[in-house]
């Protein structure tokens, strides 16, 4: 693993190399500084183009060049909600909504309520351009899954100039950002059109396309993410304004739904809190002490430790930096499958502001979710703790997201519920920021996250050598079985010999009997 990396670090810094070498003197006036200033400091913006150019630098160093040029062309860095007419998102044929089974964000393309309009393409495709560039930034460019729904659709609704702009988008522009193209209830009289968008995919993306009716869409798609028409039970309808988002709401906190944000937490609540979070802290305290009892084995078996720290300093994971916050863990939450009982995950939030700093929390599955806090405030310069937590028997599953949301606020504000309720009614979006968590289900006992276990501090964790002595146990037991299965198949065949030997002995005994009675 490690020369992997030193392997791909090494054809990163080539592909820098070489683009400024031989693509940046004679073209800087066709790139927009920003994505060349980008190409420098995100590696995996760098990797990305590597992998979907099969770690051919030639290759993809020209996809880097056509792409950097296109996206000039579209002045995608600019593109915003505001510079694109507004009937455009009204038309509703392209927008994100809902996830596949992998939990890739769906990108909807309704094929029918597209029209052929010469005069119009070049709009369309910057709306196309808008939808991935605004996805990629926001969830730091993990793949999509485009969906073409194509039910009541025919021949006025082919466009394959614009059909062939989305694909060369995921083969050209955006790099290693596709993982499936659906086609739903493709018409037959479209099959020769489809053909030839075979063509521009290449055979390595030929392998994406997967072409499905009501009957087996759910293969890729769970009935929650697909409207009543594809067999499906989301009642989304699609309408703008606003923006279509993920469908954040407010989760569950730990004493029952918040109805309202104006609603006020009772004392005993409160008093609930304190005490949940004073217990939690001396959880973590005494698992602290039990940890730094174990003989410290090596450095790539403590990275894999959770490790609670007391008050403030917390386990080294994963960091989003965010103007206002610093959220622990960066991009996913880790819980649990049914079996392996984990079922409470730690989220850890840093003011790194001079002034109070409010937050809410809001997922996309509040029926399953508990969040404490879910709405609450983070004084300057210390860190809080949220515990996300399933309950009623439900399972994590890839399509669930959580949104923190943050503000800053006056000194002079208040930090109580009333305060705070008034607080988000009035703040502008443009100062909230916003991240997102992914929802990963670890099927093995242990993740690489900071999840929390009902028994986290009764079970130890196993040291390299304690598996290794089960390890060796395990490799003994197996050679012993094998060594007595040998022993049973080489008796197993002297007995068929001497089988066939007693066999031949009595027949010739028999042969001799008969021939002196003769």
């Known amino acids: 693993m490690a020369e992997q990396r030193q392997d791909k670090a090494a054809l990163v810094s080539e592909t820098r190399r070489r683009f400024e070498a031989e693509y940046l003197p004679d ?65 509703g044929s392209l927008f994100l909504h809902g996830y596949d089974k992998e939990g890739y964000k769906l990108f909807w393309f309704r094929v029918k309520h597209h029209t052929r309009d010469p005069k119009q393409q070049l709009e369309k495709k910057k709306l196309v351009a808008f939808w991935l560039e605004h996805y990629a930034k926001r969830d730091h460019g ?7 729904d194509m039910a009541e659709t025919g021949i006025s609704h082919i466009d394959l100039d614009f059909v062939r702009f989305i694909v060369n988008c995921f083969t050209d522009y955006y790099p290693n950002f596709l993982t499936k193209i659906v086609i739903f ?54 309408s703008y304004p606003p923006l279509v988002d993920d469908d954040f709401q407010t989760p569950l906190c730990e ?23 004073g217990e939690l802290n001396e959880e973590q305290n005494l698992n602290q002490k039990k940890m730094n009892s174990i003989e410290q084995i090596s450095k790539s078996e ?13 386990k080294a994971l994963t960091t989003f930096k965010g103007p206002l916050l610093h ?15 984990e079922k409470k995950c730690l989220i850890v939030l840093t003011n790194v502001t001079k002034n109070i700093v409010a937050f809410k929390v809001r997922t996309t599955a509040p029926e399953k979710y508990r969040v404490k806090p879910s709405n609450s405030s983070c004084e300057p310069g210390t860190s809080l703790d949220i515990i996300v937590s399933l309950h009623g028997g439900f399972a994590a599953s890839l399509q669930d997201r959580f949104l923190i949301m943050a503000a800053e606020m006056d000194q002079s504000s208040g930090a109580g519920v ?18 997102r968590l992914r929802c990963h289900v670890v099927e093995s006992s242990k993740p690489s996250s900071l999840t929390l276990k009902e028994n986290t501090c009764n079970i130890p964790a196993k040291t390299n050598e304690d598996l290794h002595i089960q390890l060796t146990h395990l490799l003994q037991m197996n050679k012993r079985l094998q060594e007595q299965l040998d022993h049973c198949l080489w008796f ?20 001799l009997a008969y021939t002196q009675r003769s």
């Not at 993990?142 to 073409?148: A, D, E, G, R």
């Not at 490790?307 to 403030?312: C, D, G, L, T």
């Not at 197993?492 to 042969?511: E, G």
């Open 27 to 91: 073209k800087s006036d066709k790139y927009d500084s920003r994505d060349v200033e980008r190409l420098q400091q995100d590696d995996k913006w760098v990797e990305n183009y590597l992998i979907w150019r099969h770690d051919v630098v030639d290759d993809t160093l020209k996809m880097i060049d056509e792409s950097f040029q296109w996206r000039k062309e579209y002045t995608v860095n600019d593109l915003t909600e505001s510079v694109l007419p507004k009937w455009l998102f009204e038309s």
């Open 142 to 148: 993990k793949p999509l899954t485009v969906v073409f």
């Open 185 to 238: 209830e493709m018409p037959w009289i479209m099959n020769a059109a489809f053909k030839i968008v075979k063509g521009w995919l290449g055979p390595d993306a030929i392998s994406m396309l997967k072409f499905t009716n009501k009957s087996d869409v759910q293969e890729y798609i769970s009935g929650e993410y697909l409207p009543p028409h594809m067999g499906g039970t989301d009642s989304f309808k699609y």
């Open 255 to 277: 004493n029952g739904p918040i109805t309202s944000e104006d609603e006020h937490e009772s004392k005993e609540e409160i008093d609930a809190d304190t005490k949940e979070t």
């Open 302 to 314: 403590e990275t894999d430790k959770t490790e609670i720290k007391p008050k403030n300093a917390k």
């Open 327 to 341: 959220i622990s863990p960066a991009e996913e939450l880790y819980f649990g499958s049914k079996e392996t009982g």
């Open 418 to 435: 009333p305060e705070l309720s008034q607080f988000w009614k009035e703040v502008p979006r443009t100062k909230v920021m916003e991240h």
């Open 492 to 511: 197993q065949q002297l007995s068929v010999v001497l089988s066939l030997l007693s066999v031949t002995v009595v027949a010739f005994c028999f042969y």
